[in-house]
């Protein structure tokens, strides 16, 4: 079983830093963490949930959506099994409630999601 737990959000201005965390618990992901890819994803007010970063299960690859390319950075410890989300120079349009992530290599959609954390980037 895997648990996620997201923490970090908050209230910042535009251009400001924030650092997003996401741990992960379980029996499954604490033995077997190299074998899940893990991602963020973002819900803004009245729009779809989307695509924002991955780390793959050999954490040497990412990916990230176009709109944060360039300001954010995820990353993972294999010690602890956290996840980061650094986001910089952030904008009002990346207001949204984050969402950690989990899938097992191999499969194709994400089985385990965690709660969702709050971030406001306010103009």
């Known amino acids: 079983q895997v648990q996620l737990v997201e923490s970090g959000g908050g209230l910042v201005q535009a251009g400001d830093s924030l650092r997003i965390s996401c741990a992960a618990t379980g029996r499954t992901i604490r033995n077997y963490s190299s074998l899940f890819t893990m991602a963020w994803f973002r819900q803004a007010p009245g729009k779809e949930r989307e695509f924002v970063a991955a780390i793959y299960a050999n954490a040497q690859s990412t990916h990230y959506a176009d709109s944060v390319k360039g300001r954010f950075t995820i990353s993972r410890d294999f010690r602890t099994n956290t996840v980061y989300l650094q986001m910089n120079n952030l904008k009002p349009e990346d207001t949204a409630v984050y969402y950690c992530?989990?899938?097992?290599?191999?499969?194709?959609?994400?089985?385990?999601w965690g709660q969702g954390t709050q971030a406001t980037v306010s103009s």
């Open positions: 992530a989990a899938k097992q290599r191999g499969e194709t959609e994400y089985a385990y």
